[in-house]
């Protein structure tokens, strides 16, 4: 019933919102068409215009200027956990403000015609980037964002671009790899057992790299139950573990999926110990071009492993998160 509150009392202020507009200036109104109007008048980014208002930022969307907006698909947040637009309104405003900021580059961006490229980056009104991908594949040329897939390209507005897409992002606050780590708790004991290994300053710099990251229980099935015991381990034998867990250049999950031939379901990455390891892909059968996830599996592993979670980026690279070892 507070759901059902939420959402009448959502539809009641965007409603009044679109009589205000015609109230203010009805003339400017039919003139202007802003990333604003364009979303308010698209049934299926219902979930985007009720965070945009409740954050403020439908009015910097309103205004004169040359922006694209990543617009996260009514399903994207339904896949990220809102079960309604009332769910969006529920959050707090601040948070809907760092996330809609980092939905919003700072200049026109059109995909159509654009190069073919990975990882190019482009800077958001929250600071720091997201990165695009562009490549072809068969037939199909297919473009990502943070490794979410593009849905509707270059939709135009009075004040800049729209990009529909079916992820919503999570905002990049890590300047890099180390920092994103840190943040994590899940990730506390690969974090020490880096530092212990001599690893971790690498991840503080400018290279790019994507890490594997073991999460504390993955560590202590490793026979790390706590920090002290990482403490006292050979920091030796902690590097050609973790080695293995890391290797050069930024990749997404979908990133390996557009690396790779049509037809092809798996790629062989080359790890920071000079070994690889291989990374199966996921799609939907009989359907052209579709990708669903990874799995990953090293040399020693009996079986393909299912990442935890995929796609935590940082200024420097991206993790995924790994619930067991990577066996060499």
Request: some cysteine.
């Given at each position: 019933?507070?759901?059902?509150?939420?959402?009448?009392?959502?539809?009641?202020?965007?409603?009044?919102?679109?009589?205000?507009?015609?109230?203010?200036?009805?003339?400017?109104?039919?003139?202007?068409?802003?990333?604003?109007?364009?979303?308010?008048?698209?049934?299926?980014?219902?979930?985007?215009?009720?965070a945009?208002?409740?954050?403020?930022?439908?009015?910097?969307?309103m205004?004169?200027?040359?922006?694209?907006?990543?617009?996260?698909?009514?399903?994207?947040?339904?896949?990220?956990?809102?079960?309604?637009?009332?769910?969006?309104?529920?959050?707090?405003?601040?948070?809907?403000?760092?996330?809609?900021?980092?939905?919003?580059?700072?200049?026109?961006?059109?995909?159509?015609?654009?190069?073919?490229?990975?990882?190019?980056?482009?800077?958001?009104?929250?600071?720091?980037?997201?990165?695009?991908?562009?490549?072809?594949?068969?037939?199909?040329?297919?473009?990502?964002?943070?490794?979410?897939?593009?849905?509707?390209?270059?939709?135009?507005?009075?004040?800049?671009?729209?990009?529909?897409?079916?992820?919503?992002?999570?905002?990049?606050?890590?300047?890099?790899?180390?920092?994103a780590?840190?943040a994590?708790?899940?990730?506390?004991l690969?974090?020490?057992?880096?530092?212990?290994?001599?690893?971790?300053?690498?991840?503080?710099?400018?290279?790019?790299?994507?890490?594997?990251?073991?999460?504390?229980?993955?560590?202590?099935?490793?026979?790390?139950?706590?920090?002290?015991?990482?403490?006292?381990?050979?920091?030796?034998?902690?590097?050609?573990?973790?080695?293995?867990?890391?290797?050069?250049?930024?990749?997404?999950?979908q990133?390996?999926?557009?690396?790779?031939?049509?037809?092809?379901?798996?790629?062989?990455?080359?790890?920071?110990?000079?070994?690889?390891?291989?990374?199966?892909?996921?799609?939907?059968?009989?359907?052209?071009?579709?990708?669903?996830g990874?799995?990953?599996?090293?040399?020693?592993?009996?079986?393909?492993?299912t990442?935890?979670?995929?796609?935590?980026?940082?200024?420097?690279?991206?993790?995924?998160v790994?619930?067991?070892?990577?066996?060499?």
């Amino acid at each position: 019933m507070k759901s059902m509150n939420y959402l009448y009392a959502i539809l009641v202020m965007l409603s009044l919102m679109n009589c205000s507009k015609d109230t203010v200036n009805p003339t400017e109104a039919i003139e202007k068409n802003t990333l604003n109007d364009v979303v308010r008048d698209n049934f299926g980014l219902t979930y985007l215009a009720t965070a945009l208002y409740k954050s403020g930022l439908n009015k910097v969307l309103m205004q004169d200027g040359s922006y694209t907006l990543l617009a996260p698909s009514d399903v994207a947040y339904k896949a990220a956990g809102y079960q309604n637009p009332a769910a969006v309104y529920a959050e707090p405003a601040s948070k809907l403000v760092e996330q809609g900021n980092y939905h919003i580059l700072k200049a026109p961006v059109l995909f159509t015609g654009k190069a073919l490229k990975m990882n190019q980056e482009e800077e958001t009104l929250l600071g720091t980037k997201v990165y695009w991908s562009r490549v072809k594949r068969g037939q199909d040329t297919l473009t990502t964002i943070n490794g979410g897939r593009l849905l509707q390209a270059d939709t135009k507005a009075s004040n800049g671009m729209m990009q529909v897409l079916d992820r919503l992002l999570v905002p990049n606050v890590h300047s890099n790899l180390k920092q994103a780590l840190a943040a994590n708790v899940d990730l506390s004991l690969f974090y020490q057992a880096l530092k212990v290994s001599g690893l971790l300053e690498s991840l503080a710099g400018t290279t790019n790299y994507t890490l594997f990251a073991l999460n504390n229980v993955a560590i202590k099935q490793m026979g790390y139950p706590d920090l002290e015991a990482i403490e006292k381990a050979d920091p030796a034998i902690l590097k050609k573990i973790l080695s293995y867990h890391i290797a050069k250049e930024r990749k997404f999950a979908q990133d390996y999926f557009l690396l790779t031939p049509e037809g092809t379901t798996s790629y062989t990455e080359t790890m920071l110990n000079e070994k690889t390891l291989t990374i199966n892909l996921l799609g939907q059968y009989n359907v052209p071009n579709s990708f669903t996830g990874i799995t990953v599996k090293g040399t020693g592993n009996s079986g393909a492993l299912t990442p935890v979670r995929t796609d935590v980026l940082a200024g420097n690279g991206v993790i995924h998160v790994m619930g067991q070892v990577l066996q060499q």
